[in-house]
């Protein structure tokens, strides 16, 4: 006897009682265990092959009165899955039914997923509690730096005899440790502008008013006072983080020119042109009477209007 093909007519010892609209696979043997049939009606009923009488090309006669049929409990679709489901797809190759809904019986373990999902829950939740003290004091380590208090270090980057005139930008350089993640600690080269302001240009800077800067706590750190004339900019562009340059332009005078994409500042660190989303980053400085210059290396988001420091 041939195999049941899908859509073939279920025809009874006394009528047509509907189509083949799945066929369910015995694993094993994988021999064809059980046709399902969809009745008049709409409903679905599991036939056993033992019912089957012949196969013919397009058509299943049973050995059963449609009553019978009828008669029998209506299919479960969720006691089966799909041999694809099930990753034995190869089981359609012995079968006439692709393509095709082939279904194998889900194993009695798998209807109870309920309790199945409780103990492999069970069982990660206890994975974890083993494993959480072997793995905490590794991620404390990885992660410490991230959550390190920002360094708040005066540093001192030269000596204002350096500046010969008000109003122009004079870069200075300077060296500061970091220590990123698991790697070891290094030094890395920083650049800052500072420039003596004329009373005119400090007042652009601190619109009449102290600078304060404060941690993310609260706390004040520092205050730049706004009659101090010197004055210092992170030597990173607030728009990408890219090195600017003190430049003569040839319309707007000497200004702070970013290469990048040419965003121009002025003395007082103003937006005068371009695509920089604030004015550039003015930081702590203090000057002692020797006239040697420090300030606290702070690093702001970049691209964005408000000041957030990052570093
Ligand atoms: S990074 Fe300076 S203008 Fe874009």
Same mark, same amino acid.
């Given at each position: 006897?041939?195999?049941?093909?899908?859509?073939?007519?279920?025809?009874?010892?006394?009528?047509?009682?509907?189509?083949?609209?799945?066929?369910?696979?015995?694993?094993?043997?994988?021999?064809?265990?059980?046709?399902?049939?969809?009745?008049?009606?709409?409903?679905?009923?599991?036939?056993?092959?033992?019912?089957?009488?012949?196969?013919?090309?397009?058509?299943?006669?049973?050995?059963?009165?449609?009553?019978?049929?009828?008669?029998?409990?209506?299919?479960?679709?969720?006691?089966?899955?799909?041999?694809?489901?099930?990753?034995?797809?190869?089981?359609?190759?012995?079968?006439?039914?692709?393509?095709?809904?082939?279904?194998?019986?889900?194993?009695?373990?798998?209807?109870?997923?309920?309790?199945?999902?409780?103990?492999?829950?069970?069982?990660?939740?206890?994975?974890?509690?083993?494993?959480?003290?072997?793995?905490?004091?590794?991620?404390?380590? /990885?992660?410490?730096?991230?959550? +390190?208090?920002? &360094?708040? $270090?005066?540093?001192?980057?030269?000596?204002?005899?350096? @500046? *010969?005139?008000?109003?122009?930008?004079?870069?200075?350089?300077?060296?500061?440790?970091?220590?990123?993640?698991?790697?070891?600690?290094?030094?890395?080269?920083?650049?800052?502008?500072?420039?003596?302001?004329?009373?005119?240009?400090?007042?652009?800077?601190?619109?009449?008013?102290?600078?304060?800067?404060?941690?993310?706590?609260?706390?004040?750190?520092?205050?730049?006072?706004?009659?101090?004339?010197?004055?210092?900019?992170?030597?990173?562009?607030?728009?990408?983080?890219?090195?600017?340059?003190?430049?003569?332009?040839?319309?707007?005078?000497?200004?702070?020119?970013?290469?990048?994409?040419?965003?121009?500042?002025?003395?007082?660190?103003?937006?005068?042109?371009?695509?920089?989303?604030?004015?550039?980053?003015? /930081?702590?400085?203090?000057?002692? +009477?020797?006239? &040697?210059? $420090?300030?606290?290396?702070?690093?702001?988001?970049?691209? @964005? *209007?408000?000041?957030?420091?990052?570093?």
């Amino acid at each position: 006897m041939g195999q049941p093909k899908l859509k073939s007519l279920v025809r009874c010892k006394d009528r047509d009682v509907g189509e083949v609209t799945k066929v369910i696979v015995d694993p094993l043997s994988h021999d064809v265990s059980h046709i399902v049939v969809k009745l008049d009606d709409g409903t679905e009923r599991q036939v056993g092959m033992e019912c089957v009488r012949t196969v013919l090309d397009a058509v299943v006669e049973l050995d059963a009165l449609s009553s019978d049929i009828a008669a029998l409990p209506p299919f479960v679709r969720a006691d089966y899955v799909t041999t694809r489901e099930v990753e034995i797809s190869h089981l359609e190759d012995h079968l006439d039914v692709i393509p095709g809904e082939v279904l194998v019986p889900l194993p009695a373990l798998e209807k109870d997923i309920k309790r199945r999902t409780f103990f492999m829950n069970f069982t990660h939740a206890i994975g974890i509690l083993i494993g959480l003290p072997m793995v905490y004091p590794v991620l404390r380590y /990885l992660m410490k730096p991230m959550y +390190a208090p920002f &360094d708040n $270090e005066w540093l001192k980057v030269g000596n204002v005899g350096k @500046i *010969k005139e008000e109003d122009v930008g004079v870069q200075f350089q300077y060296k500061k440790k970091v220590k990123e993640a698991y790697m070891p600690e290094s030094e890395i080269e920083k650049t800052v502008w500072i420039l003596k302001a004329t009373p005119s240009v400090l007042e652009q800077v601190y619109q009449g008013k102290d600078q304060e800067f404060r941690d993310p706590s609260g706390r004040l750190i520092w205050t730049n006072k706004k009659d101090v004339p010197y004055v210092a900019f992170s030597g990173k562009c607030p728009h990408l983080g890219c090195a600017y340059k003190w430049r003569q332009h040839k319309t707007l005078g000497q200004v702070f020119l970013c290469p990048c994409h040419l965003s121009i500042y002025d003395a007082a660190g103003k937006v005068l042109d371009g695509p920089a989303p604030r004015r550039l980053d003015a /930081l702590p400085i203090r000057v002692a +009477a020797n006239g &040697d210059v $420090e300030i606290i290396d702070m690093e702001f988001k970049a691209g @964005i *209007k408000s000041q957030v420091r990052i570093m």
